[in-house]
């Protein structure tokens, strides 16, 4: 009888159980989290590009090597900071590499027009001949909207 009754009590106890609501949700919140951070992170640096326009609708290269000025003086080659100091070295490499790749400079709006000038000195210094800069396309009533094919 003993062995009976510590039977139908095993059965009557509750069995755990594993709520996933919570695991869900906190899944959930990682992932838009990551949704939200991943494109800001790919983006380099925050610039205000030049408004023109009239700007070509073509590329000339379409996977150039791009080269960022902010305005808090950071420097980004291919979006990895990098000093002054190397960078000329960093090109004249890259330029060895593939002499035919051109350069795109991405240099935010309200730089000095001079700092903006003597950087592109320096690249057309190291041996390219192609030196684009991105700017966005400015309608009619002064907005502002991405170039085709840029991001």
Do not use: C, Y
Request: proline share 6%; charged share 30%.
């Amino acid at each position: 009888m003993g062995a009976s009754t510590s039977k139908s009590l095993k059965n009557k106890l509750p069995e755990p159980e594993i709520n996933v609501t919570p695991l869900v949700d906190v899944v959930l919140v990682l992932l838009i989290i990551f949704m939200v951070v991943t494109p800001a992170m790919a983006e380099g640096e925050h610039i205000e590009l030049p408004k023109l326009t009239a700007v070509d609708e073509k590329p000339k290269d379409l996977h150039p090597i791009e080269l960022t000025l902010a305005l808090n003086g950071r420097i980004l080659l291919e979006k990895n900071a990098i000093n002054e100091a190397d960078l000329l070295p960093k090109l004249e490499e890259l330029h060895k590499a593939d002499a035919e790749k051109q350069l795109r400079l991405n240099a935010d709006a309200r730089l000095p027009w001079g700092r903006i000038r003597t950087m592109m000195a320096k690249v057309q210094d190291v041996g390219f001949s192609g030196v684009s800069i991105k700017v966005e396309e400015q309608n009619a009533g002064g907005s502002a909207k991405k170039k085709k094919g840029e991001k």
